[in-house]
């Protein structure tokens, strides 16, 4: 009878371990006093780390309705946006505490947050920069945090002190991409990133479809990017069904084409822009200013819609007189669109112009690299958008340095690159040779 005693002892034990009030209920397809019973949400626990649980929700709970109401009472028009979440552990929790971050993955936790946060998400709080729920995070991703942490029970010494690391920012989660929501990433485009910096000597091929997408130098971000002057969070890529954007959360500062994005605010990115870290070209030491061309590969396409392009970006405007980007030919993997017969240093090479953009520069990221005799191009001089029957549109990058002229006369930002026509590149250099281009039709012989 007593090993009987002792058999029902161990089973009542394993029972209570097991039991969870937050799925009870559940378990016989019958919600237990709650006609509103809904399976996603969260429910109390009174087992194990009911602690640890009770200290995060009654955090986030009074970060709702007291510090969001509150602010909000001032800064109406403002969104904060969650970074991480803190635990602190006195020296009774921090056992419990080590068990509960190993028993859940980081993953895990992070959409134990979103629950969390509920409806919130996508009205006053954001989470497309939250990366993570620990005990610790470094110096440097908390970087552009504030510490937001209740003053609760002073007098007594909770077990679990909860911390939660964010910032506010102006305007409404609402303006961002509707498509995009945060607490669940939607399908998007194929789009290929080509990333350059420290953690590689050559360019390394990136391809992301699931939008938004966090860009940072965190190893929790969904694109890593190594550099010195790189956020942990440092900028999100957004889809709306149509059109790709960028906002920036940077504290050094993001370019996109040569132009610097307002932190807080987003915008629209072209097909083959540039992406620069820390400042505004990103042409070398790569290990403190890294770049990124992000190129579509493809667009999602609803049954019976018909595909459409990506805007050009407003940070690189056409220039006035000149005729609108022509629409991009139809690519395939080996047919050229179109060949550039070229003077250099080395000689007179040939270039087919296989795929769009085409970047011509003496960066060993270009699709021509430009040797380095040719001391008056820039790194990343020149870009070809799209190509019709009549010729190019080109991206004069090199603008307001060395140049780009044609026929004795400078170039703008963006023109017509007529077949034909010969430009030259880094004319202005006079310790250095010229480089000269030819662009020509494919079934025109050089």
């Given at each position: ?34 006609s509103h019973y809904d399976a996603d949400a969260v429910r109390p626990t009174s087992t194990r780390y009911a602690p640890i649980r009770q200290a995060v929700e009654r955090r986030v709970a009074n970060f709702l309705r007291q510090d969001l109401v509150s602010h909000l009472e001032i800064g109406f028009n403002e969104v904060f946006l969650l970074h991480y979440i803190e635990i602190a552990a006195d020296s009774q929790g921090a056992e419990e ?85 945060p607490a669940s990433p939607q399908e998007g485009p194929k789009l290929r990133l080509s990333v350059l910096d420290a953690k590689e000597a050559a360019p390394r091929a990136l391809e992301i479809e699931r939008f938004p997408a966090v860009l940072g130098s965190s190893a929790q971000a969904d694109i890593e990017i190594s550099g010195y002057y790189v956020s942990a969070r440092h900028c999100t890529l957004h889809w709306d069904g149509q059109q ?203």
């Amino acid at each position: 009878m007593a090993r009987l005693n002792g058999k029902a002892g161990f089973w009542g034990r394993i029972g209570s371990a097991f039991e969870r009030s937050d799925i009870a209920g559940a378990i016989d397809g019958e919600p237990r006093g709650d006609s509103h019973y809904d399976a996603d949400a969260v429910r109390p626990t009174s087992t194990r780390y009911a602690p640890i649980r009770q200290a995060v929700e009654r955090r986030v709970a009074n970060f709702l309705r007291q510090d969001l109401v509150s602010h909000l009472e001032i800064g109406f028009n403002e969104v904060f946006l969650l970074h991480y979440i803190e635990i602190a552990a006195d020296s009774q929790g921090a056992e419990e505490l080590e068990r509960f971050l190993r028993e859940f993955p980081p993953d895990s936790r992070v959409h134990w947050v979103k629950k969390l946060l509920g409806p919130a998400v996508g009205q006053r709080v954001s989470v497309d920069q939250f990366l993570g729920l620990d005990k610790q995070f470094s110096v440097e991703e908390l970087a552009e945090t504030d510490p937001f942490e209740e003053q609760l029970n002073q007098a007594a010494t909770p077990l679990y002190r909860i911390i939660l690391h964010g910032r506010w920012e102006s305007g409404p989660v609402a303006a961002e991409p509707a498509a995009a929501s945060p607490a669940s990433p939607q399908e998007g485009p194929k789009l290929r990133l080509s990333v350059l910096d420290a953690k590689e000597a050559a360019p390394r091929a990136l391809e992301i479809e699931r939008f938004p997408a966090v860009l940072g130098s965190s190893a929790q971000a969904d694109i890593e990017i190594s550099g010195y002057y790189v956020s942990a969070r440092h900028c999100t890529l957004h889809w709306d069904g149509q059109q790709l954007w960028l906002a920036d959360h940077s504290t050094n500062g993001t370019w996109v084409d040569g132009g610097r994005v307002r932190r807080g605010s987003r915008i629209a990115l072209a097909n083959g822009a540039l992406l620069s870290f820390g400042r505004d070209r990103g042409e070398e030491g790569y290990d403190r200013y890294p770049a990124v061309r992000a190129q579509l590969m493809r667009h999602p396409i609803a049954p019976g819609a018909v595909a459409t392009p990506v805007a050009p970006s407003a940070s690189t405007p056409i220039a006035p007189g000149i005729a609108a980007p022509v629409s991009v030919q139809a690519q395939t993997e080996n047919a050229p669109l179109a060949v550039l017969v070229i003077v250099d240093a080395t000689g007179s090479p040939r270039r087919d112009v296989l795929k769009l953009p085409f970047t011509i520069g003496r960066g060993s990221a270009q699709d021509y690299v430009v040797p380095d005799a040719n001391q008056g191009v820039s790194r990343e001089h020149l870009v070809i958008e799209s190509i019709d029957r009549s010729g190019a549109v080109a991206l004069n990058r090199a603008v307001a340095r060395n140049g780009t002229h044609a026929r004795n006369q400078p170039l703008p930002e963006r023109f017509v690159w007529r077949f034909g026509e010969e430009i030259v590149l880094g004319e202005k250099w006079t310790s250095a040779p010229a480089v000269r281009i030819a662009l020509r039709p494919v079934e025109t012989p050089a």
